[in-house]
């Protein structure tokens, strides 16, 4: 089982940044590929960023490539989105999840997820 818990949301101009982190529990982080998704009002989930459990390999969402950063750190058991270039429809509450194995874009490949943290970005 794993655990994890988000922090970082909060409220940014348009053109700002944010760092989110997603800290994990157990011992088989880094046997874990993390993504992050988010979830905007009356909008689907939607992937994000993805990262291999060793780092190796990132995968972003068209929408925030090129502006969004994803990254880890295996020793603390943290993933972090590093969001520059803010735009107000990045919006959204932000989640971050683990899956076994490979990395996916796919919602409901994940097996565990955090609470959510919400970001806003005003105009």
């Known amino acids: 089982q794993v655990q994890l818990v988000e922090s970082g949301g909060g409220l940014v101009q348009a053109g700002g940044s944010l760092r989110l982190s997603c800290a994990a529990s157990?011992?088989?982080?880094?046997?874990?590929?993390m993504g992050w998704f988010r979830q905007a009002p009356g909008k689907e989930r939607e992937f994000v960023a993805v990262?291999?459990?060793?780092?190796?390999?990132?995968n972003y969402a068209d929408s925030v490539k090129d502006r969004f950063t994803i990254s880890r750190d295996n020793a603390k058991n943290t993933v972090y989105l590093q969001m520059t270039s803010l735009k107000p429809e990045d919006t959204a509450v932000y989640y971050c999840?683990?899956?076994?194995?490979?990395?996916?874009?796919?919602?409901?490949?994940?097996?565990?997820w955090g609470q959510g943290t919400q970001v806003t970005v005003s105009p």
């Open positions: 999840a683990a899956r076994r194995g490979r990395g996916s874009v796919i919602l409901y490949e994940y097996d565990y």
């Open positions: 157990g011992r088989t982080f880094s046997t874990y590929a």
């Open positions: 990262i291999t459990g060793s780092g190796g390999n990132t």
